[in-house]
């Protein structure tokens, strides 16, 4: 008995977009053409007597029977489209394997979002983004002020609220606008690799980096704001934004 091949029906995939130039000539060959139509003839006041067609002014023809050559010249102007277009086949390239997993590790892409509450808890997910992002995400820029890299070894605890690097002292008031903050900012950023993003979460992230980047040792007050913001963008409640895909 013959094996028969099994179907697996794929979940929906990536499409990106590509392009190239390409430039097209044409070539255009106008073949001018002259199609006489049916001659009219009529007679010009009354038959002449007594006299010849050179008196009356006409010169006479040298052709025997006799005939009469005119040119006549007439500009033509040809007005005509040219549509440009190309057919396009795509033609499946080399493959790339890539390290297997005992378990779901794929990041899902969807133009939705979730909580930080979602990133701690699927820590699988969680670090396939960080790594499709070269292994860690910046919260703030570079090590200034109180910049944070987030990578797979502790993007769990920033999205607890237990960041390693709060502001100093320890006993400091703003300690857990920080850490709540940090949380915020992580999964924002993590939402945006997942391919949900809007204007208000790019200015908000934005924002909130250079809040990190340009806060002193012991912190300082706003922190509070850039959380509230990221966290309704994380939650799908921002306006102009995607929805939640925990809905």
Not at 47 to 67: I, K, Q
Not at 83 to 95: I, S
Not at 146 to 165: R, V
Not at 174 to 193: E, H, I, K, V
């Amino acid at each position: 008995m013959t094996k028969e091949n099994i179907v697996v029906q794929q979940e929906q995939g990536c499409t990106n977009a590509v392009s190239q130039q390409v430039c097209v000539e044409a070539v255009v060959t106008i073949t001018p053409s002259v199609t006489p139509g049916t001659p009219m003839v009529s007679c010009v006041g009354l038959p002449a007597v007594g006299t010849t067609c050179a008196e009356l002014g006409f010169t006479p023809s040298t052709t025997v029977p006799g005939s009469c050559t005119t040119s006549f010249a007439q500009v033509l102007c040809v007005t005509m489209p040219l549509t440009f277009n190309a057919d396009v086949v795509a033609t499946p390239g080399a493959v790339g394997c890539g390290p297997a997993f005992n378990q779901p590790n794929c990041p899902i892409s969807t133009a939705c979002t979730f909580s930080k509450g979602y990133f701690a808890n699927n820590e699988a997910v969680t670090n396939a983004l960080i790594a499709s992002n070269g292994g860690s995400i910046v919260l703030g820029q570079g090590t200034s002020g109180l910049s944070l890299t987030a990578t797979s070894a502790n993007a769990k605890n920033i999205l607890l609220g237990n960041a390693p690097i709060p502001p100093t002292p320890p006993d400091s008031p703003l300690r857990g606008q920080y850490q709540a903050l940090y949380a915020q900012l992580l999964a924002a950023r993590l939402n945006q690799l997942n391919g949900a993003d809007c204007t208000f979460a790019q200015n908000t992230i934005s924002g909130a980096n250079n809040f990190l980047a340009t806060s002193p040792a012991g912190g300082k007050t706003g922190a509070p704001a850039f959380t509230s913001a990221l966290d309704g963008f994380n939650l799908g409640d921002a306006a102009g934004c995607p929805g939640s895909c925990e809905e």
